[in-house]
């Protein structure tokens, strides 16, 4: 017999309210009398959790070396540009946020894939002939981190293969991975000034390859790809019907030598997702605003795929209210000068970076063209005493207070990356210790002594 009880509770002006407790399937119905189960405690994390693993933090936290006490040290291994407070964002950015939080519109909640307001914003800046794009195509998302997961989640399936960058931003490998797809490396060539190996990646391709990604400009080589090589990669995912995420959150941050082509504009066969924001080029990472683009000109992702994107952007709603509501007026009012003046920088911190370590014997660094990082190799058999680049890196952190991002964190071992947003005076202090400390530690490889006695 079913039992409903019905308490009937009203306090002065207070409407009643009506506190129902059902007990539905009769007397034997009772808490905790599931039937087979054994009462114990038994909580265990689930396998997703698991299954996430993030490179970078594996290595990092696994240090344990302590910097040295005389020296202050000087860390080049964070990619957020306003670490240091040496590039702040424009105050027309900042006033656009003070605008949007006084005009008490966006402190609701808004649609889990953003206002439509700024989805036409971000559709019309990123508009253009070759790739036309609306509101509809837009989902804007907390940051670009969350974009990169939405697409991985809605065009993979555990069991099946997404192809990374090697070396690569470690996101793609937590993220697919905790998703039970498995990963794929296809390789960066530093000679080619880190292009893509294509022979090699169009090998790793077979029928349970669910999407290609392409980091252009790249973290951590500081790559930009010419429009020829981005033609040859398209036709790759053409010729093997891929779909490509295109992570471009460093778009239009390249130096004065160098282009950035949007992917999607050089092609209407493949279907591009392609991943941006503002936390880069706007200097603004912990602002969570980014976006994803929906080229799909031959209609190949069709319904299914932007409504799954719809559904898992419904699971957390979005960025936040009033970063949306100012980002008509970041996208409208940020001077060209801004972005001129951080390129600047960035050109001139990678050309003293680069010129700086390319005179130390031991190492070799690659030219970057781009975004806020560079490569550099470690000849490891001028530096018989440490293993790999980890034991370098820490030893480094060590005796001269600089911190290196081994390169082991992005699957590319003995290379360690550096950031290049710093200050100048302080890279270069950092320029010279790691200077200092190659000396202390370098040796002739075995036959190369006249090398060393030049």
Same mark, same amino acid.
């Given at each position: 017999?079913?039992?409903?009880?019905?308490?009937?509770?009203?306090?002065?002006?207070?409407?009643?309210?009506?506190?129902?407790?059902?007990?539905?399937?009769?007397?034997?119905?009772?808490?905790?009398?599931?039937?087979?189960?054994?009462?114990?405690?038994?909580?265990?994390?689930?396998?997703?959790?698991?299954?996430?693993?993030?490179?970078?933090?594996?290595?990092?936290?696994?240090?344990?070396?302590?910097?040295?006490?005389?020296?202050?040290?000087?860390?080049?291994?964070?990619?957020?540009?306003?670490?240091?407070?040496?590039?702040?964002?424009?105050?027309?950015?900042?006033?656009?946020?003070?605008?949007?939080?006084?005009?008490?519109?966006?402190?609701?909640?808004?649609?889990?894939?953003?206002?439509?307001?700024?989805?036409?914003?971000?559709?019309?800046?990123?508009?253009?002939?070759?790739?036309?794009?609306?509101?509809?195509?837009?989902?804007?998302?907390?940051?670009?981190?969350?974009?990169?997961?939405?697409?991985?989640?809605?065009?993979?399936?555990?069991?099946?293969?997404?192809?990374?960058?090697?070396?690569?931003?470690?996101?793609?490998?937590?993220?697919?991975?905790?998703?039970?797809?498995?990963?794929?490396?296809?390789?960066?060539?530093?000679?080619?000034?880190?292009?893509?190996?294509?022979?090699?990646?169009?090998?790793?391709?077979? /029928?349970?390859? +669910?999407? $290609?990604?392409?980091?252009? !400009?790249?973290?951590? @080589? &500081?790559?930009?790809?010419? *429009?020829?090589?981005?033609?040859?990669?398209?036709?790759?995912?053409?010729?093997?019907?891929?779909?490509?995420?295109?992570?471009?959150?460093?778009?239009?941050?390249?130096?004065?030598?160098?282009?950035? /082509?949007?992917? +999607?504009? $050089?092609?209407?066969?493949? !279907?591009?997702?392609? @991943? &941006?924001?503002?936390?880069? *080029?706007?200097?603004?990472?912990?602002?969570?605003?980014?976006?994803?683009?929906?080229?799909?000109?031959?209609?190949?992702?069709?319904?299914?795929?932007?409504?799954?994107?719809?559904?898992?952007?419904?699971?957390?709603?979005?960025?936040?209210?009033?970063?949306?509501?100012?980002?008509?007026?970041?996208?409208?009012?940020?001077?060209?000068?801004?972005?001129?003046?951080?390129?600047?920088?960035?050109?001139?911190?990678?050309?003293?970076?680069?010129?700086?370590?390319?005179?130390?014997?031991?190492?070799?660094?690659?030219?970057?063209?781009?975004?806020?990082?560079?490569?550099?190799?470690?000849?490891?058999?001028?530096?018989?005493?440490?293993?790999?680049?980890?034991?370098?890196?820490?030893?480094?952190?060590?005796?001269?207070?600089?911190?290196?991002?081994?390169?082991?964190?992005?699957?590319?071992?003995?290379?360690?990356?550096?950031?290049?947003?710093?200050?100048?005076?302080?890279?270069?202090?950092?320029?010279?210790?790691?200077?200092?400390?190659?000396?202390?530690?370098?040796?002739?490889?075995?036959?190369?002594?006249?090398?060393?006695?030049?």
């Amino acid at each position: 017999m079913d039992l409903y009880v019905i308490q009937m509770n009203g306090k002065g002006s207070l409407p009643p309210v009506l506190d129902v407790h059902v007990n539905i399937g009769g007397k034997n119905s009772l808490p905790g009398k599931g039937k087979g189960r054994k009462a114990r405690w038994s909580v265990k994390p689930s396998d997703m959790s698991n299954n996430t693993f993030n490179p970078i933090r594996a290595i990092v936290d696994s240090m344990k070396v302590k910097p040295n006490p005389d020296k202050p040290m000087i860390s080049l291994s964070i990619g957020d540009p306003t670490v240091f407070g040496n590039l702040p964002t424009d105050p027309e950015v900042t006033q656009a946020m003070k605008d949007a939080l006084d005009s008490g519109k966006y402190n609701g909640y808004a649609p889990s894939i953003g206002y439509l307001s700024s989805r036409e914003e971000i559709a019309s800046y990123y508009h253009c002939p070759e790739a036309p794009l609306e509101a509809k195509d837009v989902i804007l998302t907390s940051g670009c981190s969350q974009a990169i997961e939405l697409c991985l989640a809605v065009l993979a399936n555990p069991g099946q293969n997404i192809l990374v960058p090697r070396p690569g931003f470690s996101l793609y490998r937590t993220l697919a991975e905790s998703l039970g797809v498995e990963v794929r490396f296809y390789n960066l060539l530093p000679e080619k000034s880190w292009e893509i190996d294509l022979k090699q990646l169009e090998s790793l391709i077979d /029928e349970k390859t +669910a999407c $290609l990604i392409i980091n252009n !400009p790249s973290n951590p @080589c &500081g790559s930009v790809f010419r *429009r020829s090589h981005l033609q040859k990669i398209l036709a790759v995912a053409a010729r093997q019907c891929v779909p490509i995420l295109a992570d471009e959150i460093y778009a239009d941050m390249v130096f004065s030598d160098s282009k950035f /082509e949007p992917l +999607a504009n $050089l092609s209407s066969d493949v !279907p591009i997702l392609s @991943c &941006g924001g503002l936390a880069k *080029r706007w200097l603004v990472p912990g602002w969570r605003l980014g976006w994803i683009l929906i080229h799909d000109r031959r209609d190949i992702f069709g319904n299914e795929i932007r409504d799954g994107l719809v559904k898992l952007s419904q699971r957390i709603l979005g960025p936040c209210t009033i970063v949306q509501g100012a980002l008509k007026s970041i996208l409208r009012r940020t001077p060209r000068e801004f972005y001129h003046n951080t390129l600047s920088f960035l050109k001139s911190s990678a050309d003293l970076c680069y010129g700086a370590l390319a005179a130390i014997p031991g190492l070799r660094p690659i030219r970057p063209l781009g975004a806020m990082y560079l490569m550099v190799e470690i000849e490891m058999e001028h530096f018989p005493e440490f293993e790999n680049d980890e034991e370098f890196t820490e030893r480094l952190i060590a005796e001269q207070s600089v911190q290196l991002l081994p390169a082991k964190c992005f699957e590319y071992p003995n290379f360690f990356r550096v950031v290049i947003t710093v200050p100048e005076v302080m890279m270069l202090e950092a320029c010279s210790r790691i200077q200092e400390f190659c000396e202390q530690h370098y040796h002739c490889a075995e036959g190369s002594q006249e090398e060393c006695d030049k």
